[in-house]
């Protein structure tokens, strides 16, 4: 019998040497949070410590964002990956848990340190996490996407993007969210008459306007010079213009 397994968008670790990523069976409503390392070309699984025994970190199958950032005192850095826990890392039947896993080394995945960043109830979700570039710390500096959910949770929708964890969405039904690599601008999604587009604006100042970028979901980033790269079949640059207004540069996907 074929074992049939779906992988969670990914992310690098910043020092580019490992994937994490949630893999799940096929008919399973969560999976487990996965390390691959391109050193060793291995495959691990991501454990913790629950009620003193150590596990497998169970989470949902949806996006997760890798860090090296500050520690709660502010003093010392630490590798963090959020994720959307289940099972025994979101032990809430009636809620959401945006959670953290930390090492003190990037290159660590045995019996990482838990911690639940936002735990909700089940009509609001936060998910797409993604850490701001510099510097960023513990349980702060955490962009989400904030869904809408019926009492059910299983079902919700977009209710807008928020740069601090459990803040009220500054992008009202904006999804999908990532921030450049300097942290400079923020590409997003949001419904235009029913379809997705994806946008471009600068990340907290007041010039210009968003971008929209054509048709798409699920942007990402070219490291430096900053380009924003969608699933379709072209790239789009953006730079600050004329008067600090982004400009867009076309491009060819590659």
């Known amino acids: 019998m074929r074992l049939l397994l779906t992988d969670s968008r990914p992310s690098w670790s910043p020092n580019g040497s490992d994937l994490a990523f949630v893999q799940t069976r096929s008919g399973h409503k969560y999976g487990y949070l996965i390390r691959y390392s391109f050193l060793t ?19 949902l199958p949806a996006p997760v964002a890798w860090t090296w950032g500050l520690t709660p005192a502010g003093t010392t850095h630490a590798s963090y990956i959020a994720y959307e826990g289940a099972a025994a890392l979101c032990p809430h039947p009636d809620g959401h848990c945006l959670n953290a896993l930390g090492f003190p080394k990037q290159s660590g995945f045995k019996n990482g340190f838990p911690a639940a960043l936002l735990i909700t109830p089940n009509v609001t979700r936060l998910t797409d996490p993604d850490w701001y570039p510099q510097n960023p710390k513990f349980g702060v500096s955490v962009l989400t996407s904030q869904e809408h959910c019926n009492s059910s949770g299983a079902h919700c ?14 992008i009202p039904r904006a999804y999908q969210g990532v921030y450049s690599p300097t942290g400079t601008y923020m590409a997003y999604v949001l419904n235009v008459s ?42 789009s640059s953006c730079r600050a213009g004329t008067g600090g207004v982004p400009t867009l540069d076309a491009g060819q996907a590659g």
Do not use: C, M, R
Request: aromatic letters at 6%.
């Open 194 to 235: 029913g379809v997705p587009h994806i946008f471009v604006e600068y990340n907290g100042a007041a010039i210009g306007g968003p971008v929209d970028l054509g048709t798409g979901t699920q942007p990402d980033w070219q490291p430096i010079p900053e380009k924003v790269l969608t699933p379709v079949a072209s790239i």
């Open 157 to 170: 929708k977009p209710a807008g993007l928020a740069l601090t964890i459990g803040a009220v969405p500054i």
């Open 41 to 59: 070309h291995s495959f691990s699984t991501f454990t913790t410590t629950v009620s003193g025994h150590l596990v497998a970190v169970p989470a």
